[in-house]
């Protein structure tokens, strides 16, 4: 849970930070920057600062800012129906992202969140910088995190589902629920 106040000062810092990385983005769009903290009320350490520009029944854009060494949780997209699951492609616009995808174990730049350390398992490192981009395949485990000064990154996928993502910690609640 977040209080109002937290989850205002992370949407308007976050708007400063995608302005920043030279993404326009309008006055509306700065106002639906969703806040996600994943129910575990630690938004400084996990979480995510997330506007969606599009999603339709077959195509999604989002860019996400992450505030620094902010870590979005491990979490995999799953088969819905006939549909496989969300192919997501990211992009590294600002700031070091250290993203995390099954393989051998390179972790050494970034780390897990103290106490997390069972729910993070894909422990193969990528370090991206901005111009940086990768496919994540559907149903594959993945969790980034930004370096010291935050980082801004583009998401484009087919058809987002958000609510139906799956997260390795069984403690995430992928909605946001704000204390006024
Ligand atoms: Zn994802």
């Given at each position: 849970?977040l209080?109002?106040?937290e989850y205002?000062?992370?949407?308007?810092?976050?708007a400063?930070m995608?302005?920043?990385?030279?993404?326009?983005?309008?006055e509306e769009e700065?106002?639906?920057i969703e806040?996600?903290?994943?129910?575990?009320g630690?938004?400084?350490?996990?979480?995510a600062?997330?506007?969606?520009?599009?999603?339709?029944?077959?195509?999604?854009?989002?860019?996400i800012?992450l505030?620094?060494d902010?870590t979005m949780p491990?979490?995999?997209?799953p088969?819905?129906?006939?549909?496989?699951?969300?192919?997501?492609?990211?992009?590294?616009?600002?700031?070091?992202?250290?993203f995390?995808l099954p393989?051998p174990?390179?972790l050494?730049r970034?780390f897990?969140?103290a106490g997390?350390?069972?729910?993070?398992?894909?422990?193969h490192?990528r370090?991206?910088?901005?111009?940086?981009?990768l496919?994540?395949?559907?149903?594959?485990?993945h969790?980034?995190?930004?370096?010291?000064e935050?980082?801004?990154l583009y998401?484009?996928?087919?058809c987002?589902?958000d609510?139906?993502?799956?997260?390795?910690?069984?403690?995430v609640v992928r909605?946001?629920?704000?204390?006024?």
């Open positions: 849970m209080s109002r106040k205002d000062e992370a949407r308007v810092r976050a400063v995608i302005r920043a990385a030279g993404i326009r983005i309008t700065a106002r639906r806040v996600a903290d994943f129910g575990l630690r938004l400084r350490f996990e979480g600062q997330i506007l969606t520009f599009f999603g339709t029944e077959r195509v999604s854009a989002k860019v800012a505030f620094p902010q491990e979490h995999w997209h088969r819905v129906g006939d549909d496989p699951g969300k192919e997501e492609a990211i992009r590294a616009i600002h700031g070091v992202l250290r995390y393989g174990d390179t050494a970034g897990v969140p997390k350390e069972g729910y993070y398992t894909a422990r490192e370090i991206m910088m901005p111009g940086d981009q496919t994540v395949e559907p149903g594959t485990k969790w980034f995190q930004a370096g010291p935050g980082a801004v998401s484009f996928s087919t987002a589902r609510i139906l993502d799956l997260f390795s910690d069984p403690a909605m946001t629920v704000v204390a006024d």
